[in-house]
């Protein structure tokens, strides 16, 4: 079963700066996590970049065996091991676990909390996931990248501003909207709106939200339920 993990406002530490642990910064960046923190005896420069602009923090250790889990300030709601190490990323995830983390093995689904898929990134606001349920994590990476040409060109930027101005529609109908198949009718109405998609398609965002508004209090009265 694949899940969505709230991350939103939590803090992560991934050990191990390679390939693997270079890909999991990647996809957990746009997540809202409060903190993300990569421990690593070495890092690349794409690494190095995003500690430079405030979106990671590096800690330059080589990490030797599950310790380094007892030695921090603050339990990370998420660990992810990442290093070249079979034997150490099961040590962490062990350890991990017996502490009350949220662990995850690049290389072992099979000890992990759950299988990490491959994620088509759109614009740090959609996300496509492709599992198959660790049984063979590289062809999911082959098939991610396969796809995402493809949904690249399909899914256009006005679609990617209508999720985030659907997200906007729903906390209004949530203040002002008590009926839950009243809210739905809302926020699918302005979905389908022709006017709506044309001002995002000129990226006429304001005015979007505009008419969004006005079609809440056309249909349902600003101050309903």
Known sequence: MIVDLNIQGRSVLVIGAGVE???????????GCRSITVVSSRFNRHLLDL?????????????RDASILDELEERPFLVMAATNDKALNRSIVE???????????????????????????IHD??????????????????????AERVLKRLIR????????????ARGVAFRHISDAHARKDYIYTVIRDREIMDM???????????????????RYGSGSG
């Open 200 to 218: 995002l398609r000129g990226k006429r965002l304001e005015e979007a939200r505009a008419r969004a508004l006005s079609i809440l209090e056309s």
């Open 95 to 121: 350890r991990a676990k017996t502490m009350g983390i949220l662990a995850y093995a690049a290389d072992d689904p099979a000890i992990s909390d759950f299988i990490h898929p491959a994620v088509i990134n």
């Open 157 to 168: 930027e006005e679609d990617v501003e209508m999720i985030r101005l659907a997200d906007y």
């Open 125 to 146: 606001t959609l996300f496509i996931a492709i599992s198959t349920k660790g049984s063979s994590p590289a062809m999911a990476r082959l098939l991610r990248i396969k």
């Open 51 to 63: 500690a430079r602009e405030g979106k990671i923090s590096v800690v330059k250790r080589r990490v």
């Open 21 to 31: 642990g270079t890909r999991k910064v990647r996809a957990l960046l746009g997540q």
